[in-house]
């Protein structure tokens, strides 16, 4: 059986590298010909142009490392063994609270994503039944009919040339063009629905210089301070470098003309509480880059219970993006790839079923997590704004929510049930179906948690400070 996967990042390697293992003859289309380099170290950079992210702070959620361990230990094991961190359940846990079943599972990597897509590329590279194509530009899906709807093929690509394959998957990310591909050979359009994050990242990396003075993490698995109108945050990567990470609204105009500068970002990490205390140990490695654009999407190939195409799965960004503030991003796309994979050993022969079974997982996991991006970033653009032009914040929360939130400082089930979700365990809000927890969660009185803003620097004076570096 043989399969072409488009796109050779996370989605599309972890999608090769495990079809391969289960027997299948894969072929990797990659658009982009940049060389990888020989080895990763703490300074080694990885630019690929189809992928301007990849160089933004990033974490490794438990669900990916769970499919790592079932799936590719081997890899798992280059990674943690190449500087990655591992943390485990310990961190998670609000101090006192006993464990429950299901904690070891909590597990999370601090690295950079180039490389710990290096270590992956490597393993598929290395594969048996793995074949690489670099500087290969799909232009199109052939198919031909079958019960009546599309019947994917093979891909063409640029020049004319066709590669055959008994089942396509797209992983060429934010970028691609399987709309334009479905309706050039007469598909039905794909559900689809997207809205708009609201926000810019501005990120730089740093390379840990000293241990002495450095401060703990306090978010898990990060650091963050919140602000009024924006965010920053430090993400631990490999082998002691520092992700930084600055969130802002795009019609900031004041803070995204200085943060493009590598000095204005310097400024304005080094005038954050807590932030400072880890770009104080370190030096920077890499200039500002900034991620705009950032819309929550899901796109599902069955409308209305029939496929709008059968032969063809979409794994990782072109299946749905949630705002990367929650990281979520690469661990749904491994997470995704681990689950097409298995559909398709289960149904080899069976293409309606294989669809349906992949839209039916879209739609339990991936599109639970872009609802919920989209209503956080609502709630984050309104209070934003509000900050922003001056007037009070709105309360988004709910008397749900706020018992939610303390019931999990309280209740252990409750606090692994969103903890569960929130590292792509489990799919959103699953546990709304468990009558224990939402007992427990209505056993609280919503008022009882919650603290304020920290205290943080004016605008003025960070623009000040900015200004006076740059």
């Known amino acids: 059986m043989r399969a072409i996967v488009i796109g050779g990042s996370i989605a599309g390697l972890s999608s090769a590298l495990f079809l391969a293992r289960d027997g299948w003859d894969v072929t990797v289309l990659e658009a982009d010909d940049t060389v990888a380099p020989d080895a990763m170290d703490a300074e080694t950079l990885w630019f690929r142009k189809g992928t301007p992210h990849s160089n933004q702070a990033h974490a490794f959620l438990a669900g990916a490392v769970k499919v790592l361990s079932q799936r590719a230990l081997d890899v798992l094991t280059y990674i943690e063994s190449n500087g990655a961190i591992r943390r485990s359940k310990e961190v998670f846990k609000p101090p006192g609270m006993p464990f429950v079943d299901g904690e070891d599972d909590l597990v999370v990597l601090n690295a950079r994503r180039p490389m710990v897509e290096w270590f992956i590329r490597k393993a598929a590279l290395e594969q048996k039944g793995v074949t690489f194509r670099t500087g290969a530009h799909v232009a199109g899906l052939e198919a031909r009919a079958r019960h009546g709807i599309p019947h994917v093929a093979g891909v063409s690509l640029d020049g004319g040339e066709i590669v055959d394959g008994d089942i396509v998957i797209d992983a060429s990310g934010r970028r691609t063009q399987v709309g334009r591909w479905l309706d050039a050979i007469g598909a039905r359009a794909p559900a689809y629905y997207e809205e708009p994050c609201n926000q810019l990242y501005f990120g730089r990396y740093y390379l840990r210089t000293t241990d002495e003075g450095l401060p703990e993490i306090n978010n898990a698995f990060l650091s963050v301070f919140p602000l009024p109108w924006g965010a920053a945050l430090m993400f631990p990567g490999d082998n002691g470098v520092m992700q930084f990470a600055i969130g802002t609204l795009p019609e900031d105009e004041e803070l995204k003309s200085r943060l493009r500068n590598a000095e204005g970002f310097h ?135 706020r018992k939610m939130n303390v019931a999990s400082m309280k209740f252990p089930e409750v606090w692994y049930a969103i903890v569960s979700t929130s590292l792509v365990l489990q799919p959103m809000r699953y546990w709304m179906q468990d009558e224990t927890i939402m007992e427990k969660i209505h056993s609280v009185d919503p008022e009882a948690g919650g603290a304020g803003q920290a205290a943080h620097p004016s605008r003025d004076i960070l623009i000040e400070a900015m200004d006076k570096a740059t």
């Open 267 to 401: 400024a304005f990490v080094s005038s954050i509480p807590h932030i400072q205390d880890w770009v104080a140990c370190g030096r920077p490695i890499t200039d500002a880059a900034v991620m705009g654009n950032l819309n929550n999407y899901v796109r599902r190939l069955v409308v209305d219970g029939d496929p709008v195409v059968t032969g063809l799965h979409l794994v990782g960004d072109s299946a749905s993006i949630t705002n990367p503030q929650y990281g979520r991003g690469v661990s749904h796309a491994v997470v995704h790839a681990s689950f097409v994979s298995s559909v398709l050993a289960a149904h080899p022969d069976d293409a309606r079923a294989q669809s349906v079974l992949v839209d039916t997982e879209v739609g339990r996991m991936l599109e639970p997590s872009v609802q919920n991006s989209i209503r956080n970033d609502r709630l984050r653009t309104s209070s934003w704004r509000a900050a922003l032009g001056g007037t009070e914040p709105p309360d988004g929360l709910t008397e749900f929510d």
